[in-house]
């Protein structure tokens, strides 16, 4: 009996010996549990946005710290009215907009907000670029307004809005940029530049600036904006590459004198597209040094239809190339699709097609003019910019005046004009289409007939730029 006893506290030992050890490894493994979940970041880490970055490593956050607006608030929208802007249409809102670039420039893909429900008066200012990031958009849906005393302008300025030297630049919206250009466009008494902003019997500067102004920039857009009554052109491009612009729209009278709804030079890579123009002068005025340039979708009219030229003014040298105008309508313009050189200048313009016009009532819907001269007493010259392979494709409407005038340099005549699917009728007394020295094809039968065009090529040597 002693015996079953002993061996039984032997079992009920091992047993509680065992029991015990289970409970402590269970009590082990809670609190290893326990102590991961309360794991605090290393002394050498930096809480940032929402998650850990350890000090020294190369993760950061995505994009860059957004500058606080002077509310407080953190962002990249800055709004001209956070920056002083008035909006009332009397105050001079300038200082404000240039504080606000100042902000806005610093910051990658950045907003400017112009708002709408307001009207912002502003002098000549200048939205300048070396030093700003890229990809900032310029949102506008107020209404811009240009002054019209004597006194608010400097004598000789040629812009009164500028963007220049930017990478990546955006003005969209469905604002109105309104130069007030009646007061240019009419005779007023002489120009006195010390006369007070308030005086309105002095006369505005002799040179009339363009309303909005692109210079040596890439990547830009225009959007959605109206720009109207401009003292000269509504929308220029200079020296810029990779433009593109589309639901555009220029409107002035016209009367309005040199006008150009939008005026390119010295750039590349221009898509222009689904805009209004309407205007004193070109609806769209192609210069010197454009290459692959491509509109297409435009309604053009009132104004003088789109232009290549004039070129070569004063014999200098102009080269345009790769211009691409289709499916465009044109309503009571002074000619439709032109291309204007001034006799004496050099180099050429080559490579264009024109296609799918659409001319109502327009005075000369087709028109190469080598003998340009806007008033001026011009001599003859023997020199000229050349013309070569011009491509006109179904062209039709109705004109006013002539249907077809393709005059063309004595000493350097043009070549490669081809013409197809042209159906041009009068509105009133018939008109024979005229040519001089102009060489190329009939790739189907024309209305009015082009008997006046020389088949084949020129003798002349067309020398490329």
């Known amino acids: 009996m002693n015996c079953f006893k002993t061996y039984s506290l032997v079992i ?198 363009t309303a909005l102004r692109f210079y040596g920039s890439t990547r830009v857009v225009v959007t959605g904006i109206t720009i109207q009554n401009s003292p000269q052109t509504h929308l220029k491009f200079d020296d810029c590459t990779t433009v593109q612009v589309s639901d555009f729209t220029a409107a002035s009278p016209e009367n309005s004198p040199n006008t150009d709804g939008i005026h390119l030079q010295n750039s590349q890579d221009v898509l222009i597209y689904s805009s209004d123009l309407a205007c004193g002068d070109d609806c769209v005025s192609i210069q010197t040094g454009c290459s692959k340039v491509y509109i297409h979708n435009v309604n053009c009219g009132p104004g003088h239809g789109i232009s290549i030229g004039g070129l070569g003014k004063g014999n200098s040298k102009a080269c345009v190339s790769n211009v691409t105008v289709r499916d465009v309508a044109m309503l009571n313009t002074l000619t439709g699709v032109r291309i204007k050189t001034w006799q004496g200048g050099s180099g050429s313009v080559q490579g264009v097609t024109f296609s799918n016009i659409q001319v109502s009532g327009v005075k000369t819907p087709i028109m190469i003019d080598q003998f340009y001269c806007d008033g001026s007493k011009c001599q003859n010259e023997s020199s000229a910019v050349a013309v070569s392979n011009i491509n006109y494709i179904n062209i039709k409407g109705t004109y006013t005046a002539n249907p077809v005038h393709l005059a063309c340099s004595d000493g350097l005549p043009c070549t490669g004009i081809s013409l197809s699917a042209i159906e041009l009728n009068p509105v009133k007394e018939d008109s024979q289409p005229f040519c001089w020295n102009t060489y190329g094809e009939l790739r189907t039968s024309t209305v009015p007939p082009i008997n006046c065009l020389k088949m084949g090529k020129s003798s002349k040597t067309v020398v490329d730029c």
């Open 12 to 209: 009920l030992s091992i047993v509680l010996f065992l029991w015990s050890s289970r409970i402590e490894t269970c009590q082990a493994r809670e609190g290893n549990l326990w102590s991961l979940k309360r794991i605090s970041p290393p002394a050498n880490s930096v809480k940032e946005k929402g998650y850990v970055r350890t000090a020294g490593s190369s993760h950061q956050h995505a994009g860059r710290s957004a500058i606080s607006t002077p509310q407080g608030g953190s962002s990249k929208s800055f709004n001209v009215l956070d920056f002083g802007a008035k909006g009332d249409g009397n105050t001079d809102d300038s200082k404000a907009f240039e504080a606000t670039w100042a902000a806005a420039c610093k910051v990658e893909a950045s907003t400017m907000i112009v708002p709408s429900g307001s009207v912002f008066l502003l002098h000549y200012i200048s939205f300048s670029g070396p030093g700003c990031e890229a990809d900032i958009v310029f949102q506008l849906d107020g209404k811009i307004i240009a002054p019209t005393s004597p006194g608010a302008w400097k004598s000789g300025l040629l812009q009164w809005i500028e963007f220049t030297k930017l990478n990546g630049i955006t003005i969209q919206g469905k604002g109105v940029i309104d130069g007030q250009g009646s007061v240019w466009w009419n005779n007023l008494p002489t120009y006195n530049p010390e006369a007070s902003e308030g005086d309105t019997s002095a006369k505005m500067p002799g040179t009339k600036p």
